[in-house]
């Protein structure tokens, strides 16, 4: 019951916060959100720093989640040798429009704590980490044989967090979501996996 409780609060949190902002995130006002007794939030979250911490841990569980049962049915990479990266492209989209479709709050929810704990580096790095890992990122280029996987897998998780951020907060936001918009730019991009990123850019 106290984890399936626990569960409900971070829930309730990411909620509260993708409704009515970063500044209505308080014990009472989850209590209210959820119809708890009084009291049942900070009785296990005892501060508004836990509460986060367990919203962060909570966005990064389901994106660990939802990353391995997208695995188990695509194309999207693993351990495995990497087939056609245009498959491996519209993959990737088809797991970004899921995101974009059905974990919204978790998405406004994250961005607007991230702002809030810039002066934390470790819950930042938490949060920054929880959608997208960039192990796994590392571990694609690596099999596309980018000569600096790690470089390319940063720059790639950079233009993953653009794409989704367009599309629920940018000047996209009100258009539909669309697989093949989105497999357009990651295509484009898994297609210079092999660039030199230790030249620099020249005209």
Known sequence: MSTDRRSQIVRGAIDLIAAR???ALTHRAVDTHLELPPGSTSYYFRTRNALIEAVADGITARS???FAAARALSALPGEAAIGDPVQVARDIAAWLAE???DRRNDLVARHALLIEVRSDPGLHARLAGSLFSLDRATELFTA???PDPA???GD???LLEGLVFDRFAGLRADR???VAELAGPVSQFLATANSDYSQPYSE
Request: no cysteine; hydrophobic share 55%.
């Open 21 to 23: 902002g970063i500044r």
């Open 64 to 66: 660990r989640a939802d």
């Open 99 to 101: 995101l974009l479709t």
């Open 144 to 146: 596309l044989g980018a």
């Open 151 to 153: 470089r390319a897998a």
């Open 156 to 158: 790639f998780l950079a």
């Open 176 to 178: 539909p979501v669309t």
